[in-house]
């Protein structure tokens, strides 16, 4: 037993889970907890708000697979920042949140204490996989190394816990910080995987659909892939799985080419939004067969499928190839060449959603295969779903189906002091980038190099057009006056420069990369000059 603060026995359970870098921004409620931080010397990087804390740790999660640490103070901190919490969730991300409550006196009292909730615990509960309060010190490296478990069990997800301001800097004797082991995940049933492997064997055109799920599983898929001639798709999150550089890797665009003809679908660790008919790809082909694994059983009844494999993806994979292989399988003639053609139609198709394909192609070819993209919400973060090749898995990173307006620039922070010798690369829109701009301080104050391009159309882009075509040509509130995002970024202490067409991009972006500190890019767009990207992505039935 060690003699420990409430806030020091936190900090204990984290150290213990291997974690040395926390995204945090204190208050009073806190400050016990903040100061056993220091005392661990743990890196304590701030924010100047509590969202782009709580996007920073999921940057972080992301695109390093390890959990991201986040704290803030209780009641409006939390709820400032429950968008990154609901973005950890709907993307499956160990993010954990730390934060405060009122004293215990005041507990469930509603006397209007300092950032009081009616019930803040059963509010986490509704966007956090598992939240939990620790009352006394001595119960804190139990509870912390349970929300560990937690996150990293089964479909992983965001965590948090609480304290009682007055139990942070509470002194009891407290036992060692320990390590639970993550549940065991459930093993693939053999019958199921036999059945599987029969309705591989008889399909003649397979695709596979790959997410976040399967993000652990890309040697696996491929074999797989390799084997049965099947196109390897992916919408957002689990891109890079299986690279775009290898011709069974597709984008949504190309593979959409395909799916007319496609008579099986296999959906590894993804809720299968391309597929899944009526939710982006408008149909489905005729007597189509479909198989999942998925390390969830929940996702079993929200999609129904042929062949329900419940499994870790990479497991539930392995045991499918090794039966594919066991019971033979014909490759179609020609498939290879098929697929080829799909991909060199779909970039030849792409290349009219102008201009933001010319950027995209000048930010592939400068980048190396191992940088991180973030997306954002704009008409060059659309067009990157389809339009940017991805190589690696967790280097292309969006706010999944949350679409958290504001979310890119943050996340692209925590990305990078997760990856220090990795290129990490924000793509924002003006209107998005002005959620976060307070964090260009940030970047500056912890060395954060990111670079940051703000395409700026002057406008809420999307909403814009769609208000004009859907309504008449009414514009209400989607017009934007910016500031000068050059000066603007110059006054916080960060390079900047400024292009106003895709020639003149790439010798800034490869000035921007070589700087080495943070970097703002405003690239000038003319309002409604943008080509709209939604048609290989809510592309019409044939």
């Known amino acids: 037993m060690t003699s420990l603060t409430g806030g020091e026995a936190i900090v204990s359970g984290l150290v213990a889970h291997g974690v040395d870098t926390v995204f945090g921004l204190p208050g009073a409620q806190v400050y016990g907890l903040f100061d056993a931080f220091h005392q661990a ?103 912390v190394a349970r929300a560990f478990q937690e996150m990293m069990s089964g479909r992983r997800g965001p965590a948090s816990v609480e304290m009682p301001w007055d139990v942070f800097t509470q002194r009891a004797d407290t036992a060692t910080a320990q390590v639970l082991e993550p549940m065991p995940a459930p093993q693939p049933d053999p019958d199921l995987i036999k059945q599987a492997a029969a309705l591989i064997k008889a399909s003649k055109a397979p695709m596979i659909f790959v997410g976040s799920g399967a993000i652990e599983a890309g040697e696996e898929i491929l074999e797989l892939a390799e084997m049965i001639d099947a196109p390897v798709v992916a919408f957002r999150s689990g891109r890079g799985i299986v690279s775009n550089a290898h011709e069974l890797g597709l984008t949504m665009a190309a593979a959409y ?35 999942r694994i998925d390390i969830d059983p929940a996702e079993m ?49 792409i290349q009219r959603i102008q201009p933001q394909m010319a950027y995209l192609k000048i930010l592939r070819e400068v980048l190396p295969a191992n940088a991180i993209v973030t997306d954002e919400l ?56 002005m959620f976060g701009v307070q964090e260009l301080a940030t970047a500056v104050q912890f060395n954060i190099g990111v670079v940051t391009l703000v395409f700026n159309n002057n406008a809420y882009g999307n ?22 995002f050059v000066k603007l970024a110059e006054s916080f202490g960060v390079a900047a420069s400024r292009v106003t067409a895709p020639e003149q991009f790439k010798s800034a972006l490869e000035k921007a990369l070589g700087h080495g500190g943070p970097v703002v890019i405003s690239v000038e767009v003319p309002r409604d000059s943008e080509v709209s990207p939604w048609a290989f992505i809510h592309p019409p039935k044939p």
């Open 257 to 291: 080419k395909l799916w007319p003809t496609t008579d099986l679908m296999i959906a590894i660790g993804t809720r299968a939004e391309l597929p899944a008919s009526g939710f982006r790809w408008p149909y489905q082909p005729s007597g189509l067969k479909s198989i």
């Open 463 to 484: 909403v814009r057009r769609d208000q004009r075509q859907h309504f008449d040509g009414r514009v209400v509130a989607s017009d934007l006056v910016n500031p000068d």
């Open 378 to 433: 704009s008409q060059v973060g659309f067009a990157s779903w389809y339009g940017f090749p991805v190589y690696q898995p967790r280097t292309f990173i969006t706010s999944g189906y949350q679409g958290t307006l504001g979310s890119g620039f943050p996340t692209a922070l925590g990305a990078k002091v997760a990856n220090p010798d990795k290129p990490v690369v924000a793509i924002t829109g003006d209107g998005g980038f």
């Open 41 to 143: 010397q743990l890196k304590v990087i701030g924010a100047r708000h509590e969202q782009a804390c709580g996007y920073m740790a999921f940057g972080y999660a992301r695109s390093s697979g390890r959990p991201g640490v986040f704290s803030v103070v209780p009641g409006p901190g939390v709820l400032n920042a429950s968008a990154a919490l609901l973005t950890a969730f709907g993307c499956n991300e160990p993010v954990l949140c730390v934060t405060g409550q009122v004293p215990t006196s005041f507990l469930g009292k509603g006397r209007g204490h300092l950032h009081e909730m009616p019930d803040q615990l059963a509010t986490l509960r509704t966007y956090v996989k598992w939240a939990e309060r620790i009352e006394y010190p001595g119960n804190a490296p139990t509870i």
């Open 301 to 349: 009844r929200r999609l129904v499928v042929d062949s329900a494999i419940v499994a870790d993806a990479k497991a539930g994979t392995a045991d499918l190839a090794a039966a594919v292989k066991k019971a033979g399988y014909a490759k179609s003639r020609g498939r290879r060449e098929d697929i080829r053609e799909a991909t060199a139609s779909a970039q030849a198709e």
